[in-house]
C-alpha cells in the first residue's frame, strides 16, 4: 500500500526558506512520480511541482519557478521540495501525491495517493 507523509512545514519570513519532506513507502519512487501541491484557504488544490518515476525530470508551476526546487533521494524514499524566496501569497497547506510510472503529470486527476498535508505560513 503506497503511504506518504510529509513534514518540514512551519511559520517563515518573507524572503526566507523551507524544506518540506515527503516520505513514501518502499517502491514508490522509482515506480511512481512524486508531486506537491497546495491549497490556501478559500482556493482550489493547485499544482506546484513534480518529480518523475525515474527521479530526473521536474515539472514545475510558473510562479514558483527559479524558487523552489524538488529533488529525490531513493535510498532514503522521499521527495523533497525546497522553497526559496517564499511570500506571502506561498502560504497554504502542501500536499504530496503519487501517480503511477507512465502517466502524465499534468493529469492532475490521476495522482492516486496523498498525504495530510503540512502547512506553511509565509508573513512577517
Known amino acids: 500500500q503506497v503511504q506518504l507523509v510529509e513534514s518540514g512545514g512551519g511559520l517563515v519570513q518573507p524572503g526566507g526558506s523551507l524544506r518540506l519532506s515527503c516520505a513514501a513507502s518502499?517502491?514508490?519512487?522509482?515506480?511512481?512520480?512524486v508531486g506537491w501541491f497546495r491549497q490556501a484557504p478559500g482556493q482550489d488544490r493547485a499544482f506546484v511541482a513534480t518529480?518523475?518515476?525515474?527521479?530526473?525530470?521536474?515539472y514545475y508551476e510558473n510562479s514558483v519557478k527559479g524558487r523552489f526546487t524538488i529533488s529525490g533521494d531513493f535510498a532514503k524514499n522521499t521527495v523533497y521540495l525546497h522553497m526559496n524566496n517564499l511570500k506571502p501569497e506561498d502560504t497554504a497547506v502542501y500536499y504530496c501525491?503519487?501517480?503511477?510510472?507512465?502517466?502524465?503529470?499534468?493529469?492532475?486527476?490521476?495522482?492516486?495517493?496523498w498525504g495530510q498535508g503540512t502547512q506553511v505560513t509565509v508573513s512577517s
Open positions: 518529480l518523475g518515476w525515474s527521479g530526473v525530470n521536474t
Open positions: 501525491a503519487a501517480i503511477p510510472k507512465g502517466t502524465y503529470y499534468g493529469d492532475y486527476g490521476k495522482y492516486d495517493y
Open positions: 518502499r517502491g514508490v519512487l522509482g515506480n511512481y512520480a
